[in-house]
């Protein structure tokens, strides 16, 4: 079974101070990871994926995330942050077979940006 | 815009009542899956339907049920509603046959309050 765990659920920064969100998955075969930002009243928005390659992954809105295989981990991080970046952030993993696609939440953590 | 259309938006049910939401997928995807999102939670996988068959399902009993239609929309469907069941149940599609590592993308969700 696959599983994910995000450290910090709730997460308070002053504007441009760097970020870093950590994610940990469990799945014994290869997997495709991914995070998801919700803004308040909006719906899941795709920020990054990664399923191959280059373990240092450029999402949008200047996030970037590295895949460490050893660590099982996937964390998420931005240089410095704004006051528009307050948001609920989600690592997820999807290591479904064949068609099967089921993706896999953290509980997700909770960003604020203090202007 | 993901592409993703869920209807209703919100809904209020009495407890034992039953509820149908749709989803449309994006354009070009042939796969729906389901997730519910209570509050303070990550989304949960329901289940996922490709070519009009479930081929997944997570840890939800059967009176959640779902169908898929030839043109890809889906709809959710809940009998016998419990006070536990007042989520955002969010509908997300993508395409099958790429390979592994397909995006997902999620519509906005539809609040289903339970009373």
């Known amino acids: 079974a696959q599983s994910v765990s995000q450290h910090n659920h709730h997460v308070i920064l002053s504007e441009a101070a760097s970020l870093e969100l950590g994610c940990n998955y469990s799945?014994?075969?290869?997997?495709?990871l991914f995070w998801y930002v919700q803004y308040p009243g909006q719906h899941l928005q795709l920020l990054l994926k990664y399923f191959s390659g280059d373990p240092l992954v450029k999402g949008i809105k200047g996030f970037e995330a590295e895949f460490i295989k050893s660590k099982f981990s996937f964390n998420l991080r931005k240089p410095s942050v704004q006051w528009s970046d307050t948001a609920e952030y989600f690592c997820a993993v999807n290591g479904g077979s064949g068609g099967y696609q089921k993706v896999t939440f953290g509980i997700g953590t909770k960003l604020q940006v203090i202007p | 815009e993901t592409g993703v259309t869920q209807s209703p938006t919100h809904l209020i049910k009495t407890r034992g009542q039953q509820v149908t939401l749709r989803c449309s997928s994006q354009s070009g995807h042939n796969t729906v899956s389901w997730y519910q999102q209570a509050l303070g939670q990550g989304p949960q996988f329901i289940f996922q339907?490709?070519?009009?068959?479930?081929?997944g399902r997570g840890n939800f009993p059967p009176r959640f049920s779902g169908l898929q239609f030839p043109n890809y929309s889906s709809e959710l469907n809940v009998n016998a509603l419990e006070l536990d069941d007042s989520a955002l149940y969010l509908c997300a599609s993508s395409n099958q046959g790429q390979g592994a590592g397909n995006t997902i993308y999620f519509g906005e969700g539809s609040w289903l309050t339970v009373v």
């Open positions: 339907y490709y070519r009009e068959e479930e081929n």
């Open positions: 799945y014994g075969g290869t997997v495709n």
